[in-house]
């Protein structure tokens, strides 16, 4: 296991998790991985698209109205002909392809912030 170095509180102030709902969930057919396009509402933030490689754990049936957390303050990223506004979060499973999403234990205000 490798651990990474230590950084300094600053440092960490520097990420902006927040907690959003999905709203809708669809295949992303030109990822190169399998992957679905998600619309996120991060209350007063507002509505944010991502892409997730979820689709080995997830139906995207199952998606919708769930809570998960994400990183807000990346810029945005272009896949394909999509543009990702925001890092959904997860664990990689042994196999490293498998990822389990973070979401919080009771249902919390869309846009709440980690920290």
Known sequence: MNVKPDITWADFEKIDIR???ILSVNDF???RNPSYQLEIDFGELGIRKSSAQIT???K???LIGKQILAVVN??????ANFFSECLVLGLYGEDKKDVTLL???LPTKNGMQVG
């Open 19 to 21: 907690c959003g709902t």
């Open 29 to 31: 057919e030109k990822a």
């Open 56 to 58: 080995s754990l997830y």
């Open 60 to 62: 995207k049936e199952d």
């Open 74 to 79: 990346f810029p945005k990223k272009q896949i």
């Open 103 to 105: 979401t919080p234990s």
